[in-house]
Each structure stands twice: as C-alpha cells, then as structure tokens.
C-alpha cells in the first residue's frame, strides 16, 4: 500500500508556472506507476499525465502537452508536475495517483490517490 501527499499548489497570474509534488510513503514507490488528474469546479475529473515506474514513458494530454512536464525522483519516492505557461483554464484541484499495473489514462486504472492541491490561475 502507499500513501500519497500533494503539495505546491496554490494562486498564480495566467503565464506562470507551478511545481506540484507527490510524495509517497512506502519503500516501494519505484514499483508504481503514477498518474496526474485534475478536477475543476462543476466539471468531471481528468487526465493530466502519467509516467511508468521507471519514468521511461510519459503520456500527457493534448491540452497540457508542450507546457507541463511530468519527472519523478525514486530515491526520493517523489514525482513531480512542472506547470508552465498557466492558464484559467488549469484552475482545478490536482490529484496524483498510483497503480503497479501500467501509467493509465483513465482514473479508475490507479489504486491510490492522494487528497489534492488546489491551484488557482488568476486571468
């Protein structure tokens, strides 16, 4: 089992950046594949990005691609989103995720979450 915490959130003007972390507990953290996802006030939850255990593949989404990027630190049992280029349209609470399966794209592929970190992008 792991647990995951978020953190890094917060307010930013449209063009800025943010880096979220998620640190997990457990010492086998490098068995996990993780997966980001966001979810904005009256709207469904979605993908951002995962990456596999190794950090060998990295999927993002379309709307997201080319200014965020996903990295994770094993030693540190942390993995990271690196927000640029912000837009209010990014306003949502952000969710990472674990599975020891495959870095999915849909949510119910990941077995554990973490409580979420709000980030708040000002126009």
């Known amino acids: 089992q792991v647990q995951l915490v978020e953190s890094g959130g917060g307010l930013v003007q449209a063009g800025g950046s943010l880096r979220l972390s998620c640190a997990a507990s457990?010492?086998?953290?490098?068995?996990?594949?993780m997966g980001w996802f966001r979810q904005a006030p009256g709207k469904e939850r979605e993908f951002v990005g995962a990456i596999s255990w190794s950090g060998s593949t990295i999927l993002y989404a379309d709307s997201v691609k080319g200014r965020f990027t996903i990295s994770r630190d094993n030693g540190k049992n942390t993995v990271y989103l690196q927000m640029s280029s912000l837009q209010p349209e990014d306003t949502a609470v952000y969710y990472c995720?674990?599975?020891?399966?495959?870095?999915?794209?849909?949510?119910?592929?990941?077995?554990?979450w973490g409580q979420g970190t709000q980030v708040t992008v000002s126009s």
């Open positions: 457990g010492r086998t953290f490098s068995r996990y594949d």
């Open positions: 995720a674990a599975n020891d399966r495959r870095p999915g794209l849909s949510g119910r592929e990941y077995d554990y």
